[in-house]
C-alpha cells in the first residue's frame, strides 16, 4: 500500500536509486536550506521523494528522485508528483518553481513539460560532470 508523509533528511541515506549520491549532494538537504518535501513509500520502501529548496520570495527550485521501485509505478509517480507540487506552491505561495534538467535525460525533461514546466534556456557545462543542464520552469 502506498503511503505518502513529509520528507525527513534521513530519507536521503534510505533511498534506493540505483547509484551512490555524492555526499555534498546529501549535504545540500541539511539546514539552514528551507525545504518543503514528500517521500512516497510502498510498504516502508522509498519510491520517490521530491519538493522545493525555498530560494527567496516567491521562488523555489524543484527536485525529484526516484527510488528503483519507481520505475514499476511511472503513472502513480507521476500523479504524486503533480499533486506534490500543487500542494507546495499553494502552501507557500509561490510564484515560480524551476527546475534543472539534465539534457541528456529526455524522460525527465519530458516529464517536466507533462507537469508543466516550460523550457527556458540551455545551461552549458552546468552539471557536476561538465554536461548540459535545462533551465525548465512552472510560473503561476
Known amino acids: 500500500m502506498l503511503e505518502l508523509r513529509e520528507f525527513i533528511r534521513e530519507d536521503m541515506d534510505n533511498i534506493d536509486l540505483g547509484y551512490e549520491m555524492l555526499q555534498e549532494h546529501k549535504d545540500a538537504f541539511k539546514a539552514p536550506y ?3 518535501g514528500y ?10 521523494m521530491g519538493g522545493v529548496h525555498m530560494l527567496w520570495g516567491r ?11 519507481a520505475k514499476s509505478k511511472p503513472r502513480t509517480v ?27 535525460d529526455t524522460k525527465a525533461v519530458r516529464f517536466g513539460k507533462w507537469m508543466g514546466f516550460e523550457m527556458e534556456g540551455l545551461m552549458r557545462s552546468y552539471g557536476p560532470d561538465g554536461s548540459d543542464y535545462y533551465r ?3 510560473v503561476q
Do not use: P
Open 78 to 104: 507521476a500523479k504524486y508528483a503533480d499533486l506534490m507540487f500543487d500542494v507546495i506552491v499553494h502552501k507557500n505561495k509561490l510564484a515560480r518553481i524551476q527546475a534543472s534538467i539534465a539534457v541528456s
Open 34 to 36: 528551507a525545504i518543503h
Open 59 to 69: 521562488v523555489g527550485e524543484a527536485w525529484v528522485m526516484l527510488g528503483a521501485l
Open 39 to 48: 517521500t512516497l513509500l510502498e510498504d516502508g520502501e522509498i519510491v520517490a
Open 136 to 138: 525548465m520552469a512552472r
